[in-house]
Nanobody, 112 residues
Framework: VQLVESGGGLVQPGGSLRLSCAASGFTFSSYAMRWYRQTPGKERELVAGISSTGGSTNYGDSVKGRFTISRDSAKNTVYLQMNSLKPEDTAVYYC??????WGQGTQVTVSS
């Protein structure tokens, strides 16, 4: 199983980024996927989740209305569209499959 995140970087407050997570080694369309984030000294925080079909999503309270999770089973990829970014969104973002695998993470830094 391999999960490879991309799309992180430095963005100004109020800006947008789209993260991608390319999955391989398992039947992607059969499993829910999640995005988590972590800052130094804190536990990983659930950002968003999406069901295997994409028909159901859920979000952490701190990102509701600003972030959108989606998936493309033809590309075995899950996305996280992040809008209206705030400095407190700065973290390493991780992709996770509910069968227990993590990606390596991608850094998002929101700063002017």
């Amino acid at each position: 199983v391999q999960l490879v995140e991309s799309g992180g970087g430095l963005v100004q407050p109020g800006g947008s980024l789209r993260l991608s997570c390319a999955a391989s080694g398992f039947t992607f369309s059969s499993y829910a996927m999640r995005w988590y984030r972590q800052t130094p000294g804190k536990e990983r925080e659930l950002v968003a989740g999406i069901s295997s079909t994409g028909g159901s999503t859920n979000y952490g309270d701190s990102v509701k209305g600003r972030f959108t999770i989606s998936r493309d089973s033809a590309k075995n990829t899950v996305y996280l569209q992040m809008n209206s970014l705030k400095p407190e969104d700065t973290a390493v973002y991780y992709c996770y499959t509910v069968i227990g695998y993590w990606g390596q993470g991608t850094q998002v830094t929101v700063s002017s």
